[in-house]
């Protein structure tokens, strides 16, 4: 249990679908992030939220829409996805200090598949 | 732009031996290095960081160093057992939030 839950585990939508993941956190962290793994490519790093605001946009396409209604949730929503965003998309959260020392508590993500 | 490099080649070891991973980054000079734990199937999992000002920590059977002169750290795991064998990731933070992570480095040891 890593303090940081994420729904689905596995999804398989077709490019014309709209879903979306969830991430929630339960160890009062105020930082959350949106990561994207591919294989043989590092962890990409997409959306970071800081106190329910965004911090940083990392070019992501705009088919990709992040939502933080609170410094415990954290939502992507998902539309008109391509073939090459099939991934394993993982969240995660940090305590934020004001300084980067802070470490990142991953979930264990949700394998997206795009048909 | 900032990159970090990690032996993408999987590293075999032999149970009972020191493994060494490396991590080497160009550019930016982060204040704090940070290694990483992933088991397939799993998000990682933290495990250490070490300051730009200190040359050496460890936890347990882990050691970690960090040369800001080679802008490299070395992951070492002492006296390995089977169950060390995942993907170990090395990142860095520029700035408070935008953490960048080596592709990393898959450790099996060997029984």
């Known amino acids: 249990e890593t303090g940081v839950t994420q729904t689905p585990r596995h999804l398989v939508m077709g490019m014309t679908n709209k879903k979306s993941l969830k991430c929630e956190q339960h160890?009062?962290?105020?930082?959350m992030y949106w990561y994207k793994q591919s294989a043989k490519k590092p962890l990409e790093l997409m959306f970071v939220y800081n106190f329910k605001e965004q911090t940083e946009n990392n070019s992501v396409p705009s088919r990709f829409s992040p939502e933080c209604p609170n410094s415990s949730h954290l939502f992507l929503h998902l539309h008109t996805l391509q073939p090459e965003d099939s991934a394993l998309y993982l969240c995660?959260?940090?305590?934020?200090?004001?300084?980067?020392?802070?470490?990142?508590?991953f979930g264990d993500g949700t394998r997206l598949s795009i048909l | 732009s900032q990159k970090i490099e990690q032996n993408s080649e999987a590293l075999n070891i032999q149970e009972g031996k020191t493994a060494t991973l490396t991590c080497n980054y160009t550019n930016y000079s982060p204040a704090y290095l940070q290694w990483y734990r992933q088991d397939p199937g799993r998000g990682p999992v933290f495990l250490l960081l070490?300051?730009?000002?200190?040359k050496e920590k460890r936890k347990e059977r882990l050691k970690v160093t960090f040369d800001t002169t080679l802008k490299q750290s070395l992951f070492h795991i002492t006296a390995s057992q089977p169950a060390d064998s995942a993907t170990y990731l090395c990142?860095?933070?520029?700035?408070?939030?935008?953490?960048?992570f080596g592709t990393g480095t898959r450790l099996k040891v060997l029984a």
């Open positions: 160890l009062g962290h105020n930082a």
């Open positions: 070490i300051r730009e000002n200190e």
């Open positions: 995660a959260s940090s305590q934020d200090r004001g300084d980067s020392s802070q470490p990142q508590h």
């Open positions: 990142a860095l933070v520029q700035g408070t939030y935008k953490y960048i």
